[in-house]
């Protein structure tokens, strides 16, 4: 998220692409290329979200309008309101902050990609295609993700006892 530039984001089409990724390094963050050649893909975004980053593209050009010639161009999504990246940290901090604000269960900020990972494929979409929208190598997103449900045996015994 931190990675992504508006030159990545297709609102018309309803797609971004993931092309980098930020990260902190010693004295500041470092923008480089997805972690693997999974990570690097075109994801379809929901029309809620494509409003939702149009309205935040104004007000960001609005910010840019009010800081000026001080405006650093970074062409990144996630920038604080003076245009200057966010750091990975302060995305964490302000998670956890959200997360305590909400009163549910804290978890780390990667603990939102392990329960995306779970929803899908609970939600019946294929281990393949979860693996697909995550970046991830289909045996890892099994290996790590696909719980057996308590219901799951009941269901495979049905399955099996239909009559072809």
């Not at 930020?22 to 809620?48: C, F, H, M, Q, Y």
């Not at 902050?97 to 019946?124: E, F, H, M, Q």
């Not at 697909?132 to 045996?139: I, S």
Request: no cysteine.
């Amino acid at each position: 998220m931190l990675g992504l530039a508006w030159s990545a984001v297709d609102l018309d089409a309803r797609t971004v692409t993931i092309t980098a990724g930020r990260v902190s390094v010693k004295g500041g963050t470092e923008l480089g290329a997805p972690k693997s050649w999974r990570s690097a893909r075109t994801l379809p975004i929901s029309a809620d979200l494509t409003d939702a980053l149009r309205a935040f593209r104004t007000a960001q050009a609005r910010e840019r309008l009010v800081i000026g010639a001080g405006w650093p161009d970074t062409g990144l999504v996630a920038v604080n309101a003076d245009g200057t990246p966010i750091r990975p940290e302060t995305y964490s901090s302000m998670f956890r902050r959200l997360v305590a604000d909400a009163g549910i269960p804290a978890i780390p900020l990667k603990g939102v990609r392990n329960t995306a990972a779970t929803t899908l494929i609970g939600a019946g979409l294929s281990p393949v295609d979860a693996a697909a929208w995550l970046g991830h190598d289909p045996a890892m997103t099994l290996r790590v993700y696909a719980h057996a449900r308590e219901e799951g045996p009941i269901a495979a015994a049905d399955v099996l006892s239909r009559p072809s």
